[in-house]
Every structure is written in C-alpha cells, then in structure tokens.
C-alpha cells in the first residue's frame, strides 16, 4: 500500500524524484539501438554522488529503487506499443457508453458522481495509491474540479494492472493524509470502469485520463493527467463547447 512510500516532499521523497528527473525520465525515449551505456553510466555516477548512501541503500534495500542493471534492462526495452510515437487508441475520437457510472457497482470513498450527465466535459481518471506520478496530479485534478463545467471523476484499484485488491481503509487513511485531494474517488472493486473504458482504451498505464463530452459519450483525449499534458486538450474541449 502507498504508505510505504515516501511523501515527495521528504528527504527520501526528493531521492526517489531526483532518480526520476535525472535517471528515469531522461532516458525513456533511448531504448533499443539509440541506448547509450556510456551516457548511462555516467549519469548513475553523478545521481549516486548527490546522494547519502546510507539512504540510498535504505531505498533499495526497501526495493523503491531497484538495482541500476534492472533499470537499464527495463529502460532499453523500450516502452509498450501505445507509449510509442504515433499511437492512437481505439476509442479516441468515439463515442462510448457511460450508464456504468450509475449502476453502483464501485465503493463509494469521497465525493459524489451526481451531475455528470450535466456537465460540458467529464474528466474520467485512473489511478492507485502506489503509483507516484498519480500523486503529482491529485492538485490539478482537485483544480480542475472547481470549474462549473467540468465533473472529475476518480477510479481507484490498487491491483489494477493485477487481481489484487485494495484496502479500501488504508486508501482512505492514504487520502486524508495527502490532503490535497478534492474530487471524487470510488473504489473499480468489480472492475467495472476498468473493463468499460481503461482495458478497451489499450493505454495501459496510470495516471490515466479521458477527457469525455457526456452529451454524446464522445472521447476526445486519453493521456497523462498532469498539467502539462492535459491541460491544452481540456481547454481545447471547453472552447469547443
């Protein structure tokens, strides 16, 4: 469970997003023949040299950060098919069916999915406690839902990308603690949305987002749910509205 991991503003915390900055996200896009060893070496020397050791051996020995030839095997795989250059899924641009939102089939943590049907867009996003990058978007997301024309609504399975399930009180012990989640949140128990929309979307990867027009169930964007990324395609929406 995400208590495990260190808030991102902790010393541990700003280790684990040191590695991300300098190690893990520099070299995503240099898989396969364009992986470079030698860069690579290079920059595990510099990123270990910033570091207490003593910490660092504690996140490993915690498997937070695993052993850099693991990384490195991991990194020049290259990443799944729907990450690649040139990608679209299945369901952009269509229209799908949402009266599964209404059929409670999901565990009710915070916040209410009433009005949607009302609204100009839906923001529909998935996510679980132990997926970091899902921590850096709970702000914008909770900024997102206080705009009149926008439902944001969130889907949580800890075992989403396997069939374990979720502890649904640390999950809430989980969210009163990060305090800055400001939208609904109910448990995918049944994997309901996961099957309705994640699975038949093939992006599988969290923090994952559609962006939806409930008027005609239309996808108009799936992606990352950071500012960055989805930020310009949600305005995008809105105006065309």
Same mark, same amino acid.
């Given at each position: ?13 700003? =280790? ?81 069916? /949402?009266?599964? =939102? ?72 989980? =969210? ?20 309705? =929309? ?9 923090? /994952? ?28 929406? /809105?105006?065309? /509205?």
């Amino acid at each position: 469970m995400a208590g495990a991991l260190p808030k991102l503003d902790s010393p541990d915390g700003a =280790i684990l997003e040191d590695f991300r900055l300098s190690l893990w996200k520099p070299f995503q896009d240099n898989y396969e023949d364009m992986w470079d060893q030698a860069k690579w070496d290079m920059a595990v020397e510099d990123f270990e040299a910033r570091q207490n050791p003593f910490a660092l051996q504690d996140l490993r020995e915690r498997k937070l950060i695993p052993p850099w030839d693991a990384v490195a095997s991991q990194i020049r795989k290259g990443p799944p098919s729907f990450l690649r250059p040139g990608w679209t899924s299945p369901l952009l641009g269509k229209s799908v069916d /949402l009266e599964w =939102i209404d059929r409670g089939a999901f565990l009710h943590v915070q916040g209410s999915q009433d009005g949607w049907r009302t609204k100009k867009v839906l923001v529909i996003e998935f996510w679980a406690s132990w997926c970091r990058p899902c921590h850096r978007v709970f702000g914008h997301l909770s900024e997102i839902a206080t705009n009149p024309d926008v439902k944001v609504l969130t889907y949580n399975h800890e075992g989403i990308f396997n069939q374990s399930e979720t502890d649904v009180e640390a999950l809430k012990t989980f =969210i009163q603690e990060q305090g800055n989640l400001h939208y609904p949140v109910f448990v995918d128990v049944n994997r309901v949305a996961i099957d309705a =929309i994640f699975r038949p979307g093939q992006n599988l990867s969290i923090p /994952l987002v559609f962006i939806i027009t409930p008027k005609d169930g239309v996808v108009h964007w799936i992606g990352n749910a950071d500012a960055e990324d989805m930020g310009e395609p949600l305005e995008r929406v /809105l105006l065309s /509205l």
